[in-house]
């Protein structure tokens, strides 16, 4: 396992749509094992593919740290290969979100509250998976990265133009 740099905003790799990935094989869990140690070292609680360069159908999740908990007391990673919401509800929550990619920016977002998620795991079997709360409102940001959303695509138009340039200018200085 190594960890990989993650891509920042304005790094336009992230607007890319990913790729299905055909089948789950070595490579695939390499890559999985990699994205979970660099969202952790981060620290995150979710991670797409795309965001550290690779454009395939691959992310993963892990929403149980407890509020006081240090990082190693609690882990519970799901790694999800070709997720899809198959189904959503028509009640809506709102969740201040932020994102790797998008460091120390966070934004309150409107999504579905529960949503049903297909997915092949790490071994390659489909599994299907139901959440609601903070594990619905990461599903759908994660997902929404492999489609080139960011959740700042969420909000209104003049708070997503003012943190584009914010990065944007941030990147000139690089």
Do not use: W
């Not at 890319?16 to 695939?28: K, N, R, Y």
């Not at 952790?40 to 593919?49: F, N, R, S, T, V």
């Not at 929550?93 to 790490?122: H, K, N, T």
């Not at 594990?135 to 584009?164: P, W, Y």
């Amino acid at each position: 396992m190594s960890l990989r740099p993650i891509l920042i905003l304005p790094d336009t790799r992230l607007r890319l749509t990913s790729a299905p990935v055909s089948g789950v094989d070595d490579d695939i869990r390499a890559l999985l094992d990699d994205m979970l140690e660099t969202m952790y070292d981060a620290p995150g609680i979710g991670l797409a593919a795309i965001q550290v360069g690779v454009a395939k159908r691959v992310i993963v999740v892990d929403v149980a740290k407890r509020e006081g908990e240090e990082e190693e007391d609690v882990k519970e990673p799901i790694f999800l290969v070709n997720p899809e919401v198959v189904k959503a509800s028509e009640e809506l929550s709102v969740y201040e979100e932020g994102c790797l990619s998008i460091p120390e920016y966070y934004a309150e977002v409107e999504r579905p509250e529960r949503v049903r998620v297909r997915y092949l795991d790490r071994l390659g079997a489909m599994q299907e998976m139901d959440a609601d709360g903070i594990m619905a409102t990461c599903l759908q940001h994660e997902i929404d990265h492999l489609n080139g959303v960011l959740f700042i695509d969420h909000i209104s138009r003049l708070k997503r133009e003012r943190v584009i340039k914010k990065f944007e200018k941030e990147a000139r200085r690089r």
